[in-house]
């Protein structure tokens, strides 16, 4: 699990960039089965069918991260840049980042305004007024930087104590390594055909996930993300426990007998969980899957996170890896 979590974490998939990096994922997924790509840069994978008949079930988790485009370059040689997704503004000031551009990357700082100088102390950048020093003259940043180019928050991939680890973009780096791990266990299940969607967008809308249930039409899906778990200024009722297993979700988009089943097999396996209650969408891929075509019976389970949206974000890879097994398990027990 930590390896393919970490490989994936060194994808710079902003979204709406993702089809730039189709060679390492039809390196990584080839072994699994039948690898394709559609427009929206959503990746597929379809593990070799045993039997005629069988139900077809999605595995769906999304590729893309949040991060920032290159808007414009002054005359000064500083790179301004606007939001994709939801960038937390606290993570900005003099973050190091990368710009990726035609020629390469390219590294670069946020400005900072010194405290010395700040008008208002404490002031928080908006991303909209996000301007980024490349070390360039506007000419030679203007000949090497493009319109539209992604930026990402630079961190490294860094272990922590015990079975943590700390990354950008584990959301939902993590949902990728589960949904490639459950695959993994699942290489022999003669109840369903599988099929893998890695899926473009999911931070701007949701559009690699609309793509990919309508070139799949499976029978069923799970979809699986990262969610809230707790930190020491957060409300313990509000969010998961970090370790204390995959966060099952339960909300109206979602197929309650599809959930249950979840429950039962984590009970009958002796796999920890958490019961997610959503009472409106799940703000995940899932809103988009299930009333795909006719409507997909979908399924939500999650990976609790720590410092969602920064260049830090927290997992348990002990979560990450009983989300996998609860997903080989209840699938490989049938489903109806």
Known sequence: MKTLLETFCALPCVSGDEPAFRAQMRELLAPLGEVSFLPSGTVLCRLPVKKPGLPVVLLEAHLDRI????ARISEKGFVHASAVGGVDPRTLAAARVTIHTKAGAV???????????AEK???LPKPADVAIDVGLTAEAARERIGYGDRITLDGPFTPLLGDRVAAPAVDDCVGCAVVVRAAELLRACKTAQIVVALCAQEEVGGAGAVTAANAVSPDFCFAVDATFAETPDSDPAAVMKLGGGPAIGFAPVLDRGLCNRLVET??????PWQAEIMTRSTGTDADHIAPAGRGVR????SVPERYMHTAGEVVSLADAEQTALLLAKTIG???R
Do not use: D, S, Y
């Not at 991060?67 to 290159?70: A, C, H, K, T």
């Not at 590294?107 to 100088?117: E, M, Q, R, Y």
């Open 67 to 70: 991060g920032l485009m290159v």
């Open 121 to 123: 102390e404490g002031a």
């Open 298 to 301: 979908t399924a939500l389970v």
């Open 107 to 117: 590294a670069g700082v946020v400005c900072a305004t010194p405290p010395h100088l």
């Open 333 to 335: 027990g049938g489903l």
């Open 266 to 271: 984590a009970k009958e396996q002796n796999i």
